[in-house]
């Protein structure tokens, strides 16, 4: 039989053996201290948002972001329910604007009460993010506490940095206002690649990926193309081929950083479409729903 004293010290020689599982570095964290006031994202009695956000600018060289942890109190009493919804955005627009979108991500449910600011944290898919990007947060469907409400405000972050302001949407455009307004309480975590790969599916996983959101597509799109560090580099230069579900060729987006905006011609009919990355030695597809 094989010795209890010598099986325990079998298994810390395993553990010490193996490698630790990574984890995702903070790479912007303005959640030190508070000042005491909240950004206007949902004025008294309003049920929903415009879109507000900051312009991060990230520490450290890990760029494929995991977490987004985030901070909102509503004044009042009682508690509210309401939708929320994040975008990533390159600020390659006009005069430093908000431009490509580089993420969406679906409507997800919360539920607030009134009282301190409340901490909260969104998952992200891995997606990969210039070192300076703005992030924005948008609010639907608020019920109950009907209170003002919206982001609590930190300043100064103690890991990367902000720029002033706030951006607002209105309609299309974007405008930087509050200049003097600190900004939302937030931490954004990252890795160096993209993340879940696991001692099984690591072969797998190290594949390219390309995304599509939101999915179904309406009146616009983002691609994105998720890449093993060991493959990006500057001289790839890939696009991506839109197909219908005839198979014909509708378009070729050109993936500038990795990601391409498309918006559909009112031609195009519902259906399940294809999206082909072409170029730089890859071979990646994905399927999504066009509604017209």
Excluded: C
Excluded at 102 to 118: C, K, M, Q, Y
Excluded at 171 to 199: C, H, K, M
Aim: aromatic content about 8%; charged content about 15%; hydrophobic content about 40%.
């Amino acid at each position: 039989m094989f010795p209890r004293t010598a099986f325990l010290a079998f298994l810390v020689m395993v553990a010490l053996a193996r490698p630790p599982l990574a984890t995702a570095a903070v790479v912007y964290d303005n959640t030190t201290t508070y000042q005491s006031i909240e950004n206007e994202l949902l004025p008294a009695g309003q049920t929903a948002s415009g879109e507000h956000g900051n312009q991060v600018q990230l520490a450290g060289t890990e760029r494929y972001v995991s977490s987004l942890m985030y901070k909102l109190r509503i004044a009042g009493a009682g508690v509210a329910s309401f939708n929320i919804v994040f975008r990533f955005y390159a600020n390659d627009g006009a005069d430093g604007r908000p431009g490509t979108m580089l993420w969406e991500s679906p409507p997800v449910f919360r539920v607030i009460d009134s009282g301190a600011p409340i901490t909260y944290t969104q998952t992200v898919p891995s997606v990969l993010v210039p070192d300076s990007f703005t992030w924005t947060v948008q609010v639907s469907n608020r019920q109950g506490n009907m209170a003002r409400m919206g982001p609590s405000e930190y300043h100064p972050p103690t890991v990367g940095s902000a720029t002033a302001g706030v951006w607002q949407r209105n309609g299309n455009d974007w405008e930087l206002v509050a200049l003097q307004e600190p900004p939302f309480g937030a931490r954004v975590s990252a890795d160096a690649a993209a993340t879940g790969i696991d001692d099984v599916t690591a072969p797998a996983l190290l594949e390219d990926r390309l995304t599509v959101a939101p999915n179904p597509v309406s009146d616009r799109a983002t691609f994105h193309l998720i890449a093993p560090a060991t493959a990006r580099g500057p001289a790839l230069h890939p696009a991506v081929a839109i197909f219908d579900p005839a198979g014909r060729l509708v378009t070729t987006l050109s993936l500038r950083s990795l990601t391409a905006n498309w918006t559909p011609g009112t031609e195009l009919s519902s259906g399940v479409y294809l999206a082909r990355v072409i170029g730089g030695g890859r071979e990646v597809t994905t399927k999504f729903i066009l509604l017209d």
